[in-house]
């Protein structure tokens, strides 16, 4: 279930 | 790069005023409670991914925020509840909730609990400013350091877009994240008509007072 779109910011 | 960091400095000295405001003043009042309970869904649904969370910069924000709104809101809903007038507080949190949901469910951009919470989480951010805006216009006017946490929390989000322009020319695989942009323009625009007024009033020595 976790998402992988790599988020990098706050 | 400089935007990011400033917006996520400006971010932190928000917390900081409201904590200062709070405790100092021993009073939560001009506070919407609506707003800082839809911030902590925000942090809460946004950072699921603590645990993987690999760079330390990013690591460190995510506990300091989720924990310093927690405090907030046991400040507000415990130690200054009586301070707290929601006879002021009326906004309709639940169209914010569903606006959010609605648009996590159908543009999220990958099928997962995580992602579809990000979203919901960027979405819910943007609005989730309403009900304190609200409150100031019934009031009219706010004491001048709630002026000035209003406009570092504006401010943060603000910054995030020269950032996205930066890192988008800079990166080399020019890459956006769709979402976060048009969110974080609309939480940028509707600070506008605040800003202008802080910038008006505030900055040159007035009272926050709305004409």
New interface residues.
Partial sequence: WRGDAGHDEL | NLF?VAG?MS?LASIFILLHKIVQLKSCSGISFKSQLLYLIVYITRYL?LP?TP?PY?FI??IL?ISSQLYIIYLMARAYRPTNDPNLDTFRVEYLLGFAAVLAVLF???Y?????F?AFSIWLESVAILPQLFMLQRTGEAEAITAHYLFALGTYRAL?IP?WIYRYVTEPTHKI?TI?VVAGVLQTVLYSDFFWIYYTKVMKGEKFKLP
């Fill in positions: 990011r996520d971010h991914d993987w760079s990013n924000f995510k925020f999220p951009v990958r997962t609990v995580l992602e579809i990000w995030y950032n994240d976060a």
